[in-house]
């Protein structure tokens, strides 16, 4: 894909792909930028010298230095360098990330009482955040957010329900910028905290060599297998989503070789890129790390990050267990064969040769799910992987086993002496580590390039959060103002007014909501709006309230796959040299589980375990799994052999039946999946007679 190419795909979430291509001295400027942002992040995380408004006001003044250094005004301009008046932007809103810092005493004794050298900053600030989105992620968000400022000033002259007293300038620009409603909401306080080390946590592991590592054992799992190169582009996406919870990006990386891979064995550059699009997508629902939508959801409800987790493993699984099911259908129509076994690499040798890759996500799954903190398990998760790394590197140059078991010995007993007799924090231990390894690894032939490489992961970490940590805090604007104003409520109150007690109506409004937003919001804003709004009326229906908010949090994701835009479709076109809506197209049939799991989910919250027995989530997951075969191979048009149009629309049928949550629908349902698979199969059983 050239360079052109890229810069049309906006992954508004992760839009390295869009950013000013800087070299000599300025590019060295922003490299050390974006390393000193993501120091800067580390030693918060692992040490807390800041309080909390001082870290969210930094980390936003972080970001609107590297969005003017990297991004133009007009997208796709042909300059590399940096125009003055965009170092001017730069630098004023990283000077101004200083306000809250150094005023914090006086901020707090006249709350509520802004100075006009307060409100002067504020404008200032919100008006940079403003524009920083726009150059990263369009148009669409900053207007919405934007419009939200005169209606806050204005609508007591308003007609109807977004009538509302109105409130004076003052105030909205207290709400906005002074307070941790707006600008620095929720929102940027987990874009500063668990987002970030989560983003350098992938970043690390990909700079190590994940990506190749979960690409062979695809290719030694499945790639021999018929269809085996779209199976190992649903696995090595599914892999990635453990560690990368970007859609877009996952196309733009695993699919440089997936997609090629399909295509040379016999996959239609529509299917193939279809199959990307879909599988990548799914990382954001993928445990453990998901997308940086989980991480704000679990502060949003107040529940564990481990309880969102869990709640997504089933979903998850159905999701690419569907689009495997396509792709083995897919090939099966079509004859398709794998890779020769000759050709795919040993998948326990690619495991046994980087193995050490595995630790740091097994640590991080087992400290999510054990209790610890979402900060904490990132910083240990982050930092583990550097050590390993690094420790790798220093005791490489050896081929004794028992000099390497040695040192590894002696880092723990040193780890241990630290946390127990020095009673150093296990984050604090982990970084002196790291900079004890650091100096180790200066001494060994090739460490200074692996450091280097390091660097570059922490410089891809800040770049990486720029998307998403702009678009945090300007939802904050949305969120401050409709808390202020009451507008959620009010919407909330017309959604159940127009669906009474309907809950079928209440979803399927609240599905196309979330996809109409989708279409020109990143999936955090677009979670935001609609669980602040949508969502309350899910859970006063009786939708438990974990299930309310990932049923919105689903359809975000999905409109990226949804017809006109899918923005996922549209990065896959790039690499496929297909039509993106065409492929658009084929991805919501691949993706289908994406489309019916939630509302299952909402009849029988046993699929994401929120009550019910296990006997309940068996069930409902037989249930989803029959639904899911039956509507691949209507969708196909194949199961064991070719079906006609009069099977495809049984098994459609069959499939609507046991997804629909009504007397006796699942009896229906099941007798006629029982009856079609018994016909198709004494069909197909039989040979045709030649002609």
């Given at each position: 894909?050239?360079?052109?190419e890229?810069?049309?795909?906006?992954?508004?979430?992760?839009?390295?792909?869009?950013?000013?291509?800087?070299?000599?001295?300025?590019g060295?400027?922003?490299?050390?930028i974006?390393?000193?942002?993501?120091?800067?992040?580390?030693i918060?995380?692992?040490?807390?010298?800041?309080?909390?408004?001082?870290?969210?006001?930094?980390?936003?003044?972080?970001?609107?230095?590297?969005?003017?250094?990297?991004?133009?005004?007009?997208?796709?301009?042909?300059?590399?360098?940096?125009?003055?008046?965009?170092?001017?932007?730069?630098?004023?809103?990283?000077?101004l990330g200083f306000?809250?810092?150094i005023?914090?005493?006086d901020?707090?004794?006249?709350?509520?009482?802004?100075?006009?050298?307060?409100?002067?900053?504020?404008?200032?600030?919100?008006?940079?955040?403003i524009?920083?989105?726009?150059?990263?992620?369009?148009?669409?968000?900053?207007?919405?957010?934007?419009?939200?400022?005169?209606?806050?000033?204005?609508?007591?002259?308003?007609?109807?329900?977004?009538?509302?007293r109105?409130f004076d300038?003052?105030?909205?620009?207290?709400?906005?910028?002074?307070?941790?409603?707006?600008?620095?909401?929720?929102?940027t306080?987990?874009?500063?905290?668990?987002?970030?080390?989560?983003?350098?946590?992938?970043?690390?592991?990909?700079?190590?060599?994940?990506?190749?590592?979960?690409?062979?054992?695809?290719?030694?799992?499945?790639?021999?297998?018929?269809?085996?190169?779209?199976?190992?582009?649903?696995?090595?996406?599914?892999?990635?989503?453990?560690?990368?919870?970007?859609g877009?990006?996952?196309?733009?990386?695993?699919?440089?070789?997936t997609?090629?891979l399909?295509?040379?064995?016999?996959?239609?550059?529509?299917?193939?890129g279809?199959?990307?699009?879909?599988?990548?997508?799914?990382?954001?629902?993928?445990?453990?790390?998901?997308?940086?939508?989980?991480?704000?959801?679990?502060?949003?409800?107040?529940?564990?990050?481990?309880?969102i987790a869990?709640?997504?493993?089933?979903?998850?699984?159905?999701?690419?267990?569907?689009?495997?099911?396509?792709?083995?259908?897919?090939?099966?129509?079509?004859?398709?064969?794998?890779?020769?076994?000759?050709?795919c690499?040993?998948?326990?040798?690619?495991?046994k040769?980087?193995?050490?890759?595995?630790?740091?996500?097994?640590?991080?799954?087992?400290?999510?799910?054990?209790?610890?903190?979402?900060?904490?398990?990132g910083?240990?998760?982050?930092?583990?992987?550097?050590?390993?790394?690094?420790?790798?590197?220093?005791?490489?140059?050896?081929k004794?086993?028992?000099?390497?078991?040695?040192?590894?010995?002696?880092?723990?007993?040193?780890?241990?002496?630290?946390?127990?007799?020095?009673?150093?924090?296990v984050?604090?231990?982990?970084?002196?580590?790291?900079?004890?390894?650091v100096?180790?690894?200066?001494?060994?032939?090739?460490?200074?390039?692996?450091?280097?490489?390091?660097?570059?992961?922490?410089?891809d970490?800040?770049?990486?959060?720029?998307?998403?940590?702009?678009?945090?805090?300007?939802?904050g604007i949305?969120?401050?103002?409709?808390?202020?104003?009451?507008?959620?409520?009010?919407i909330?109150?017309?959604?159940?007014?127009?669906?009474?007690?309907?809950?079928?109506?209440?979803l399927?409004?609240?599905?196309?909501?979330?996809l109409?937003?989708?279409?020109?919001?990143?999936?955090?804003?677009?979670?935001?709006?609609?669980?602040?709004?949508?969502?309350?009326?899910?859970?006063?229906?009786?939708?438990?309230?974990?299930?309310?908010?990932?049923f919105?949090?689903?359809?975000?994701?999905m409109?990226?796959?949804?017809?006109?835009?899918?923005?996922?479709?549209?990065?896959?076109?790039?690499?496929?040299?297909?039509?993106?809506?065409?492929?658009?197209?084929?991805?919501?049939?691949?993706?289908?589980?994406?489309?019916?799991?939630?509302?299952?989910?909402?009849?029988?919250?046993a699929?994401?375990?929120?009550?019910?027995?296990?006997f309940?989530?068996?069930?409902?997951?037989?249930?989803?799994?029959i639904?899911?075969g039956?509507?691949?191979?209507?969708?196909?048009?194949?199961?064991w052999?070719?079906?006609?149009?009069?099977e495809?629309?049984?098994?459609?049928?069959?499939?609507?039946?046991?997804?629909?949550?009504?007397?006796?629908?699942?009896?229906?349902?099941?007798?006629?999946?029982?009856?079609?698979?018994?016909?198709?199969?004494?069909?197909?059983?039989i040979?045709?007679?030649?002609?």
């Open positions: 894909m050239s360079a052109t890229q810069s049309a795909i906006i992954d508004k979430e992760n839009p390295t792909h869009g950013a000013a291509l800087l070299d000599g001295w300025q060295r400027t922003v490299f050390f974006a390393i000193a942002f993501t120091f800067f992040q580390v918060n995380a692992a040490f807390s010298p800041l309080p909390s408004i001082v870290l969210r006001s930094m980390h936003v003044g972080f970001l609107l230095l590297l969005t003017f250094l990297l991004f133009r005004f007009r997208r796709g301009a042909a300059t590399k360098g940096i125009p003055w008046y965009d170092w001017v932007l730069a630098g004023s809103g990283f000077a306000y809250h810092w005023f914090e005493a901020l707090i004794l006249r709350a509520g009482e802004p100075t006009t050298a307060d409100l002067v900053v504020g404008v200032i600030v919100t008006g940079l955040v524009e920083g989105a726009r150059r990263i992620m369009g148009w669409e968000l900053p207007v919405i957010c934007g419009l939200f400022i005169p209606y806050a000033i204005w609508g007591r002259s308003l007609p109807g329900f977004l009538q509302h109105g300038f003052e105030q909205v620009v207290d709400v906005l910028y002074l307070g941790t409603e707006g600008l620095y909401g929720t929102p306080f987990v874009s500063a905290t668990f987002i970030f080390l989560f983003i350098l946590f992938g970043a690390l592991l990909e700079r190590a060599g994940m990506i190749q590592l979960f690409n062979d054992i695809a290719l030694g799992t499945v790639g021999h297998h018929k269809g085996g190169p779209a199976k190992v582009s649903v696995i090595s996406s599914g892999l990635m989503g453990t560690i990368n919870g970007s877009v990006a996952n196309v733009l990386t695993t699919g440089q070789f997609i090629p399909m295509k040379r064995f016999g996959y239609s550059g529509v299917f193939a279809a199959v990307e699009a879909t599988a990548s997508m799914g990382g954001q629902i993928m445990p453990p790390v998901m997308g940086a939508v989980a991480f704000i959801m679990a502060e949003t409800i107040g529940q564990p990050y481990s309880e869990i709640a997504a493993v089933f979903p998850a699984l159905l999701y690419f267990g569907s689009a495997f099911w396509m792709v083995h259908l897919e090939a099966g129509r079509r004859n398709l064969v794998g890779i020769p076994k000759a050709e690499p040993n998948a326990w040798a690619a495991i040769r980087q193995w050490y890759l595995i630790i740091p996500l097994a640590a991080l799954v087992y400290l999510l799910f054990t209790g610890f903190t979402p900060l904490f398990a910083t240990v998760g982050m930092a583990l992987t550097a050590i390993l790394i690094l420790g790798q590197h220093a005791t490489g140059a050896t004794v086993v028992l000099l390497r078991v040695l040192f590894w010995v002696t880092l723990g007993l040193l780890a241990f002496l630290l946390v127990e007799v020095v009673n150093m924090r984050e604090q231990t982990a970084i002196a580590l790291i900079v004890l390894l100096v180790v690894t200066w001494f060994v032939k090739g460490g200074r390039q692996l450091q280097r490489l390091i660097l570059e992961s922490f410089a970490a800040a770049k990486g959060a720029l998307g998403v940590g702009m678009a945090c805090a300007l939802v949305l969120i401050g103002i409709s808390q202020m104003t009451g507008l959620a409520n009010d909330a109150r017309g959604i159940l007014a127009v669906a009474g007690d309907n809950l079928l109506l209440a399927i409004m609240t599905m196309i909501a979330c109409i937003l989708g279409t020109g919001l990143p999936t955090i804003p677009n979670y935001i709006i609609t669980s602040s709004m949508a969502a309350p009326v899910l859970l006063e229906m009786g939708v438990p309230l974990i299930v309310s908010h990932m919105v949090f689903y359809f975000g994701i409109a990226d796959l949804t017809p006109p835009v899918a923005l996922a479709a549209l990065a896959a076109s790039s690499v496929a040299k297909e039509s993106h809506m065409k492929i658009a197209i084929t991805a919501t049939k691949i993706g289908i589980a994406g489309y019916v799991v939630p509302f299952m989910a909402v009849y029988t919250p699929l994401m375990l929120q009550g019910g027995t296990w309940d989530t068996g069930y409902v997951l037989l249930k989803a799994v639904s899911v039956l509507w691949g191979a209507a969708a196909s048009a194949w199961l052999g070719p079906l006609n149009w009069p495809r629309i049984f098994a459609t049928a069959a499939a609507f039946m046991l997804v629909v949550a009504a007397p006796i629908t699942d009896e229906v349902g099941f007798a006629m999946s029982v009856a079609f698979i018994a016909w198709h199969w004494w069909r197909t059983r040979p045709a007679k030649p002609a």
